[in-house]
């Protein structure tokens, strides 16, 4: 079955300054990709829905989804959201608005047996943004919006979170603590941006602190005896990821030694996993991976694991 691919042409115009590396080239990089590797055949597109206010709510207070609202400028200005590093230019609100609706679409398209997998290729990025709080590059949390969906229109009872960005998904972290209905795994360089999670001990989240340098072999251990058993004895009945790719050893963004074949590892992992426990249903979406040759490539890598040959 093809795999869903969603996105919006506002994600191509939010843009931070020249030099930021959350960049538009970045979604380029994945769509020509699949073009010069052929997985553009097993896709079929679709145009992602702008989620709406309730949607935001339920997630976020709405008191931020205002403040972000209010911020957004009307003139070629980048407003910087709390002083952060977290910019917004005039198309910057209606991008965040789709991005977080494509991850509803998807949500909405797996569960509706359309597909039994969907990618948001979106900007900008969510894992940072907690309840009341943006920044790292994050606006709203899309992945938790999706896992939300998930749970209150689809009457889910487990959803599976799993964040391979290299830096932790405190603002998932925060909307999800000690919701018994996600288990969320964040795996990330530590110490480093954004320095919460090693303390973490609430049963429903499962830290995976790492050192700078960790290869794929550490990696994959680290994982195997962490995550995978706990995975499977939670039996989600919906897989969503937060693929950031920036702990592939060509990104500067951080210090992990990681290559495309362990992130093709991990995610034909959470395939089959999906296939024991939840119809195969996965909804992956785009975090951090900003060097623009890598990430083309660790894209194609996980969709290709994605669409399975089970
Ligand atoms: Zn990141």
């Not at 957004?72 to 200005?77: K, M, N, R, T």
């Not at 790719?245 to 590892?265: K, S, T």
Request: hydrophobic fraction near 40%; charge should be negative.
């Amino acid at each position: 079955m093809n795999l869903a691919f969603i996105t919006h042409p506002s994600c191509m115009e939010h843009r931070m300054g020249e030099h930021h590396p959350e960049c538009p080239e970045r979604l380029n990089a994945i769509g020509d990709r699949m073009i010069a590797c052929g997985i553009e055949m097993l896709l079929t597109h679709y145009d992602a829905p702008a989620a709406s206010r309730e949607q935001l709510e339920m997630v976020h207070d709405g008191d931020y989804v205002q403040h972000i609202i209010d911020s957004a400028p009307s003139d070629d200005s980048i407003a910087w959201v709390d002083g952060g590093d977290t910019g917004m230019n005039r198309h910057t609100l209606t991008a965040a608005l789709h991005s977080a609706g494509a991850v509803i679409l998807g949500v909405d398209l797996v569960m509706s047996d359309r597909h039994h997998a969907a990618f948001c290729s979106i900007r900008p990025p969510g894992h940072h943004a907690g309840r009341r709080s943006g920044g790292g590059f994050c606006l709203f949390n899309n992945v938790a919006i999706g896992a939300a969906h998930a749970l209150v229109h689809h009457g889910l009872e487990r959803v599976a979170i799993i964040d391979f960005d290299v830096h932790h998904g405190n603002g998932t972290e925060e909307i999800f603590r000690g919701d018994e209905r996600v288990l969320f795994c964040s795996s990330f360089q530590h110490p480093y941006f954004p320095g919460s999670g090693a303390d973490t001990t609430t049963p429903n989240i499962l830290n995976l602190p790492l050192p700078r340098l960790t290869d794929g072999a550490a990696f994959k251990a680290a994982i195997e005896q962490a995550w995978l058993p706990r995975l499977d004895a939670f039996a989600p009945e919906l897989i969503m990821i937060s693929a950031g790719f920036d702990g592939h050893i060509e990104d500067d963004m951080a210090h992990f030694n990681l290559r495309e074949a362990d992130f093709g590892w991990l995610t034909r992992e959470l395939h089959q996993l999906a296939v024991r426990h939840a119809g195969e249903r996965v909804v992956s979406c785009l975090e951090g991976g900003y060097t623009l040759s890598a990430l083309g490539r660790c894209v194609s890598t996980h969709l290709d694991e994605l669409i399975g040959h089970v």
